[in-house]
């Protein structure tokens, strides 16, 4: 009589761990949440030879993006929504090499950017202008060292102007605007890298570096 009480309070334990089971989180387990592996393959389209589009869900999200069946690795922009809610989450992947880089990260409640944890950047032509605006999440463990932008100007393909944009202060957004008069070009391209240093503890120091690449965008 005493094994099947043992046996009844196991199988309450484990009922009601299953019972308290949460969810992936959106913004504290990126890396989990965009495992294949975690969902089921609803359809896969054929874009090319290398790309096919994907979607998948499971009970709690629905995935869908491009997939390279040559490099075996996600590419370009892939968004997971969260079911019943308004929260989704957007990444551009970019391929190097063996490596896949999350290039922009984007939070999203309904329509509108949480700034506070996404990373992504905006470029938008005003008369002979070019604004150029990146955002990167704020982090209370690291301090602001540096930033800049590498900058490169294209007209008909061929790089007509480079220059590097530095940047003094941050609060995660940084913004330059760059003078196209003399130059006419029709693409912008570069990458953009913040530094960071780890606030000292225990007479340890540790750095970072954020990111994001503008890969040839069209200026319009």
Not at 26 to 48: D, T, V
Not at 141 to 161: E, H, M, P, S, W
Not at 165 to 180: A, Q, V
Request: aromatic residues 14%.
């Amino acid at each position: 009589m005493m094994k099947y009480s043992y046996l009844i309070l196991i199988l309450v334990v484990f009922s009601c761990k299953k019972k308290v089971e949460k969810p992936i989180s959106l913004r504290n387990q990126i890396e989990e949440l965009m495992l294949l592996k975690n969902y089921k393959i609803i359809s896969k389209k054929r874009i090319n030879d290398s790309i096919e589009f994907y979607k998948a869900e499971n009970k709690y999200f629905t995935i869908n993006g491009d997939f390279n069946i040559k490099r075996n690795k996600k590419t370009s922009w892939w968004t997971v929504k969260q079911k019943n809610k308004d929260k989704s989450l957007v990444i551009q992947y970019c391929i190097f090499g063996k490596d896949s880089f999350k290039n922009q990260i984007i939070f999203y409640d309904k329509t509108v950017i949480d700034t506070a944890s996404s990373k992504f950047y905006s470029v938008k032509k005003d008369d002979n202008f070019l604004k150029v605006y990146f955002h990167s999440p704020v982090s209370n463990n690291y301090n602001f060292d540096n930033a800049f932008f590498g900058c490169r100007l294209i007209k008909q393909g061929t790089v007509i102007r480079k220059d590097s944009i530095s940047f003094k202060d941050s609060n995660g957004s940084y913004y330059t605007t760059i003078d196209l008069k003399e130059t006419k070009a029709d693409e912008v391209g570069g990458f953009f890298s913040e530094i960071t240093k780890g606030k000292p503890e225990k007479n340890k120091l540790s750095a970072g570096i954020n990111t994001i690449y503008i890969f040839n965008e069209a200026i319009k």
